[in-house]
T-cell receptor, first 113, second 112 residues
């Protein structure tokens, strides 16, 4: 069975600070990797995804993530956060069958203006 | 906006009752997945329907059941509600079984 762990449950940053959220997964086969964001009162939205190819993927709103296969990691980064990035962030994986997304427990990010 | 709609938005039920939640998938998507998101946790996969057939199930008891209709909309039914069933229930539509999942706004179920 696959599992996902997100190391930081709560992160507080000031505007313009750099962000890195950790995500590690366990699964022996080929995986697809995702980061979703849930803004307060809104539905889950896809930030970025990795299926294959360049392990450094760029998503919306200036976010990027790097897939490091040897470390089973897919960390999310943003060079300079804004107050509007305050949200909960979820890392997720699915396998080749593709029918089941396994989510991490989420990281709640608060950006102070 | 993802084009995925869910109803109702909020629901309060009593322990032991039954509930039906509904989801309309994005146009052209033939696959629907359902997730349960308890407070403070990540979503957990309940099951997926592909072309009206169950196509994978997570670690949920049989009192969680579903349906998908010819227009690819879907229902989640939960029988014999328990207090721990209180959660946000999310529906996601997928273009064709495998791929990016587009989430709806969810139904907040409270069991008292």
């Amino acid at each position: 069975a696959q599992s996902v762990s997100q190391h930081n449950h709560h992160v507080i940053l000031s505007e313009a600070a750099s962000l890195e959220l950790g995500c590690n997964y366990s699964y022996g086969g080929t995986v697809n990797l995702f980061w979703y964001v849930q803004y307060p009162g809104q539905h889950l939205q896809l930030l970025l995804k990795y299926f294959s190819g360049d392990p450094l993927v760029k998503g919306i709103k200036g976010f990027e993530a790097e897939f490091i296969k040897s470390k089973f990691s897919f960390n999310l980064r943003k060079p300079s956060v804004q107050w509007s990035d305050t949200a909960e962030y979820f890392c997720a994986v699915n396998d080749d069958a593709g029918n089941m997304l396994t989510f991490g427990g989420g990281t709640r990010l608060m950006v102070k203006p | 906006e993802t084009g995925v709609t869910q109803s109702p938005t909020h629901l309060i039920k009593t322990r032991g009752q039954q509930v039906t939640l509904r989801c309309s998938s994005q146009s052209g998507h033939n696959t629907v997945s359902w997730y349960q998101q308890a407070l403070g946790q990540g979503p957990q996969f309940i099951f997926q329907y592909y072309r009206e057939e169950e196509n994978g199930r997570g670690n949920f008891p049989p009192r969680f059941s579903g349906l998908q209709f010819p227009n690819y909309s879907s229902e989640l039914n939960v029988n014999a509600l328990e207090l721990d069933d209180s959660a946000l229930y999310l529906c996601a539509s997928v273009p064709d079984r495998v791929g990016e999942q587009y989430f709806g706004p969810g139904t907040r179920l409270t069991v008292t």
